[in-house]
């Protein structure tokens, strides 16, 4: 990382930055673990070009990145249980036949759905 040695916070002007590894950056709800600079009086954060560079690359790799498709629908519910309805835009969009295997997991308050597990 490119920061001199001893530099002052561009923020305040006083404070120390300290090399840190855990700032963290929220991204449509996926947290990102970054490494970049604290200051030591006023707590401000920056995390450098290649760095922020690196985390809008991984996102666009999970497709959270410059594809925002959040739709909002209702869960139906069935006796044989609660259904959800893919929409038809998203089953396009991912080529959905209807006959997949899927994966379901549980990212705090949300369910991800893996349509092509390993
Ligand atoms: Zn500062």
């Known amino acids: 990382m490119k920061m001199p040695e001893n ?5 305040c002007g006083k404070g120390r930055l300290n090399p840190v590894d855990d700032i963290l950056t929220n991204l449509e709800g996926y947290v990102f673990v970054e ?3 604290r200051c030591a009086t006023c ?3 920056f995390v450098p070009e290649e760095e922020g560079q690196k985390t809008i690359e991984i996102a666009r ?3 959270l990145w410059g594809e925002p498709m959040k739709l909002y629908r209702k869960l139906v519910k069935t006796a044989k ?11 396009r969009n991912l080529g959905l036949k209807g006959n997949e295997e899927i994966a379901i997991s549980k990212v705090g308050k949300k ?8």
Do not use: H, T, W, Y
């Open 7 to 11: 530099a002052k916070c561009p923020s």
């Open 35 to 37: 490494k970049g600079f």
């Open 43 to 45: 707590g401000e954060e």
């Open 61 to 63: 790799r999970l497709g």
């Open 81 to 91: 249980g609660i259904l959800l309805r893919i929409p038809n835009d998203m089953q």
């Open 111 to 118: 369910l991800v759905i893996d349509f092509s597990p390993d």
